[in-house]
């Protein structure tokens, strides 16, 4: 997961307050203080801080950046757009319980996301990878999450842990890593790709959050990328962003399975979070122009004469 910002600014919640205590859900610690009231605390990758953001809603900073929202009583109150939008592709894509699905997520923060799909499609088992330590230990605390098999925190670096797991052992990856605004290089190339089309199985699904800054250079290489590597590609984002006219976020899918473009775009229609779903031609012409992002090729940046 990210060392810095796990999420970009697009999806920014409205100005909040800081947090004093956190009602219904606090965890006392060993020595008797109240960990909830000292505002910022370190994590490994620096610090994080949960401040308050309407009834019962929390969000997650960390090192000053907005990376998770937490409900207090409903799971399925995801906050941020993009977030949404990948929850409802996962549903369009497996009605029903979600039994037998098998979800990685690559990125943890306070486990919004993978919280959601716990109590929405319970039949499922998750893997969520997070690369801080403590930030994976603060999510549990936080938050009800479900223990395994159903949900399981790794610990590790996102690109290791892919090239680590068994083929067709996964139904859906999601990518939500962010350093910075940027997601890691090595998280976006075709190389990356490869490994992660291993680990799915047929009719899998690769969902990435994608920030899109004016311009759009890094969405249009991410689109470009995934385009190379599978067969069908969706684009889902809201007018505004897809159109470079603000900063964002946009999510990218792919699959070796058809999607069903007009249930997904229906879905989000409307709301506080409505988007649009590009699909085919629309795609191609979005990533138009950019080239898939490649690892480098070994010996390249070695030193002369080594």
């Known amino acids: 997961m990210s060392r810095q910002s ?34 910022a605390r370190p994590i490994d990758s620096g610090t994080c801080e949960l401040v308050a953001e309407g009834e019962g809603g929390w969000v997650l900073y960390v090192n000053g950046a ?47 996301l993978p919280r959601y799909v716990a109590e929405a499609l319970p039949g499922a088992r998750q893997l969520v990878v997070e690369i801080d330590a403590e930030l994976a230990r603060l999510a549990r605390e936080w938050s009800d999450l479900p223990r395994a098999p159903r949900l399981r925190i790794r610990v ?17 990856i999601v990518r939500d890593v962010f350093a910075g605004d940027e997601t890691p290089r090595a998280l976006t ?27 759009l250079r ?13 067969g069908h590609v969706l684009l889902v984002g809201d007018q505004a962003t897809l159109k470079g ?10 699959s070796d399975a058809p999607f069903d473009a007009v249930a997904l775009g229906a879905r989000l229609r409307g709301g506080a979070n409505a988007a649009v779903v590009l699909d085919g031609d629309a795609v191609v012409e979005f990533g138009k122009g950019a080239d898939p992002r490649e690892d480098p090729v070994a010996g390249l940046l070695a030193e002369p004469g080594t």
Not at 9 to 33: E, K, M, N, T, Y
């Open 66 to 112: 907005p990376s998770s929202f937490i409900s207090e009583g409903d799971p399925r109150q995801l906050g941020f757009g993009y977030m949404q939008w990948i929850a409802a592709a996962i549903e369009c894509q497996w009605p029903g319980d979600g039994e037998g699905l098998r979800v990685l997520h690559l990125g943890g923060g306070a486990c919004t």
């Open 245 to 254: 006219r603000r900063p964002g976020n946009v999510v990218v899918l792919g």
């Open 218 to 230: 890094e969405a249009r290489e991410e689109v470009a990328t995934v385009l190379e590597r599978f």
């Open 156 to 172: 590790g670096e996102a690109r290791e842990v892919v090239e680590g797991l068994s083929p067709g052992t996964r139904d859906v």
């Open 6 to 39: 796990r999420r970009s600014q697009g999806s920014r919640p409205p100005a909040a307050r800081p947090i004093v205590r956190r009602p219904g859900l606090d965890r006392q610690d060993p020595s008797g203080a109240d960990p909830w009231t000292t505002g």
């Open 189 to 215: 190339t075709t190389g990356f790709l490869d490994a992660a089309r291993l680990v799915l199985a047929p009719g899998g699904m690769y969902a990435v959050n994608c920030g899109a800054l004016r311009g």
